[in-house]
């Protein structure tokens, strides 16, 4: 199964009924698995920001987490204002990035970026989420993707993120 038909079986298997977002290249595959689940609702907005804040109304009135997704770079960076407000208010929301492929990641070196939009997402939102993760190996998934779900809810609630590698999205 492809992870992101598993990411979208996920969701649906936890009663998830909407997701946010503004497409774009890095996330096209989960996009893509999404609209084939007629049982979840894909709502486009004009602004990556509008995502996230719809995502956090989503759990406000549903009271499960509200799923944003956004591209790389600047459509990752342009959920913070939203990220930061699900955490300040205490609202669940799993924000899921699409990410540059694997090898395009620029790993730490002293380059700023190496791929088209690399942006450091996960570092950027340490501090305004429960936890921030980048998928590193398909098989990491299941596991990873639960624990973010759960750890949102969890406790004080607040927003988790998942950063996935386009190369990633596409494996079985």
């Known amino acids: 199964m492809k992870i992101t038909?598993?990411?979208?079986?996920f969701l649906y298997q936890k009663g998830i009924t909407s997701c946010f977002e503004l497409s774009g290249g890095m996330i096209t595959h989960l996009l893509d698995?999404?609209?084939?689940?007629?049982?979840?609702?894909?709502i486009s907005c004009h602004h990556e920001q509008a995502a996230g804040f719809s995502a956090e109304g989503y759990a406000r009135a549903t009271g499960k987490p509200g799923i944003a997704l956004?591209?790389?770079?600047?459509?990752?960076?342009?959920?913070?204002?939203?990220?930061?407000?699900?955490?300040?208010?205490?609202?669940?929301?799993?924000?899921?990035?699409?990410?540059?492929?694997?090898?395009?990641?620029?790993?730490?070196?002293k380059l700023r970026q190496l791929g088209f939009q690399e942006t450091n997402i996960v570092d950027m939102t340490k501090i305004i989420t429960k936890k921030s993760i980048q998928l590193k190996k398909?098989?990491?998934?299941?596991?990873?993707?639960?624990?973010?779900?759960?750890?949102?809810?969890?406790?004080r609630q607040g927003p988790c993120l998942l950063d996935i590698p386009m190369n990633l999205q596409s494996k079985n």
Request: glycine share 6%; aromatic share 10%; charged share 15%.
């Open 5 to 9: 038909d598993y990411i979208t079986e």
């Open 33 to 42: 698995s999404l609209s084939k689940n007629k049982n979840i609702k894909i």
């Open 70 to 109: 956004a591209t790389s770079g600047p459509g990752a960076t342009n959920l913070i204002t939203a990220i930061a407000s699900c955490y300040f208010d205490s609202s669940p929301a799993l924000f899921i990035t699409g990410q540059v492929n694997t090898y395009e990641l620029s790993k730490g070196s």
């Open 138 to 155: 398909i098989n990491q998934l299941p596991e990873i993707l639960c624990y973010l779900f759960e750890l949102s809810m969890d406790k």
